[in-house]
């Protein structure tokens, strides 16, 4: 059976409590039209709330909010299962279903937001020429031991690799932000071990919601971290200026870079670089 995310814009002064009450009246209803609602996340700052079901198709989906409640979703758009879970992970929820954030109190729920950032290696092509293919797939394997081993420590998901990058998904923009200057911070402490092997990374950001357009995943969001990246400069780190506010008074700092141009997008983004040299 097909899996669907939905999408609700709340009423002004909807509370979680009034979300986990039309949740309930979801899963009493639910078994009528054929649907299994799994969990939901709750953001309250902008109103939304992302619920993740089976159904036989969206319109089913729809009649179980019609007939339970009345909130009707704004877009209900069906995604891949691996898809969901690399993005939005294997998550716990709480005793109505809302879906809490990993690590947090017992009732700290997940806004459903998330940043994506890349990585990709500077002159990729140019190193495998340069030192063959045997010497620039151990290059490679330093990139990834250090990308990886930074995920695991603060929070990240790998969603895949790029051949000369990795693709992960955080909770957390600062989370993800502290990833990167780890990362850098590595990979310049491998440049001052082996000067003649120095290896460098771009780095790109962006943060959005579950469901962006074209039935994809974070697709406009994903769209936006890759194209940051690519428009950094050897050792940047590049983020929207969505995750420079996201971290403000979490120790971090950026330099506003201004609005830059970025292939695919009709208008100019805001772009800040992480600070990460000591």
Same mark, same amino acid.
């Given at each position: 059976?097909?899996?669907?995310?939905?999408?609700?814009?709340?009423?002004?002064?909807?509370?979680?409590?009034?979300?986990?009450?039309?949740?309930?009246?979801?899963?009493?209803?639910?078994?009528?039209?054929?649907?299994?609602?799994?969990?939901?996340?709750?953001?309250?700052?902008?109103?939304?709330?992302?619920?993740?079901?089976?159904?036989?198709?969206?319109?089913?989906?729809?009649?179980?909010?019609?007939?339970?409640?009345?909130?009707?979703?704004?877009?209900?758009?069906?995604?891949?299962? *691996?898809? !969901?879970?690399?993005?939005?992970? @294997?998550?716990?929820?709480?005793? &109505?279903?809302?879906? +809490?954030?990993?690590? #947090? =109190?017992?009732?700290?729920?997940?806004?459903?937001?998330?940043?994506?950032?890349?990585?990709?290696?500077?002159?990729?092509?140019?190193?495998?020429?340069?030192?063959? *293919?045997? !010497?620039?797939?151990?290059?490679? @394997?330093?990139?990834?031991?250090? &990308?990886?081993?930074? +995920?695991?420590?603060? #929070? =990240?998901?790998?969603?895949?690799?790029?051949?000369?990058?990795?693709?992960?998904?955080?909770?957390?923009?600062?989370?993800?932000?502290?990833?990167?200057?780890?990362?850098?911070?590595?990979?310049?402490?491998?440049?001052?071990?082996?000067?003649?092997?120095?290896?460098?990374?771009?780095?790109?950001?962006?943060?959005?919601?579950?469901?962006?357009?074209?039935?994809?995943?974070?697709?406009?969001?994903?769209?936006?971290?890759?194209?940051?990246?690519?428009?950094?400069?050897?050792?940047?780190?590049?983020?929207?200026?969505?995750?420079?506010?996201?971290?403000?008074?979490?120790?971090?700092?950026?330099?506003?870079?201004?609005?830059?141009?970025?292939?695919?997008?009709?208008?100019?983004?805001?772009?800040?670089?992480?600070?990460?040299?000591?």
């Amino acid at each position: 059976m097909p899996l669907y995310v939905d999408i609700h814009n709340l009423p002004e002064g909807t509370t979680a409590e009034d979300v986990a009450k039309a949740h309930a009246k979801d899963m009493e209803t639910q078994r009528k039209y054929g649907v299994e609602y799994h969990k939901y996340w709750v953001n309250e700052k902008t109103g939304k709330v992302f619920c993740l079901a089976h159904a036989p198709s969206a319109e089913a989906a729809a009649c179980v909010h019609r007939e339970a409640h009345g909130l009707l979703a704004e877009k209900i758009i069906e995604v891949e299962p *691996d898809v !969901a879970e690399v993005f939005l992970g @294997g998550t716990e929820t709480n005793h &109505v279903g809302a879906v +809490l954030l990993p690590g #947090g =109190g017992a009732d700290a729920r997940d806004p459903g937001i998330r940043t994506i950032l890349f990585t990709d290696i500077v002159n990729s092509t140019t190193l495998t020429q340069l030192l063959g *293919d045997e !010497a620039a797939l151990a290059m490679l @394997g330093v990139h990834d031991t250090i &990308v990886r081993d930074a +995920l695991a420590a603060l #929070g =990240g998901r790998e969603v895949k690799h790029t051949g000369d990058g990795i693709m992960a998904s955080f909770v957390s923009a600062a989370g993800a932000v502290r990833c990167a200057i780890e990362i850098q911070r590595e990979l310049d402490k491998h440049a001052q071990d082996n000067p003649e092997r120095p290896l460098k990374v771009r780095v790109g950001a962006a943060a959005g919601e579950p469901v962006e357009q074209n039935n994809d995943l974070f697709g406009s969001t994903v769209q936006l971290a890759a194209r940051l990246c690519a428009h950094a400069q050897p050792e940047q780190i590049l983020v929207t200026n969505a995750i420079a506010e996201l971290c403000l008074g979490k120790g971090l700092s950026f330099e506003d870079l201004g609005e830059v141009s970025l292939k695919g997008f009709g208008h100019p983004v805001r772009a800040h670089a992480a600070t990460w040299r000591q």
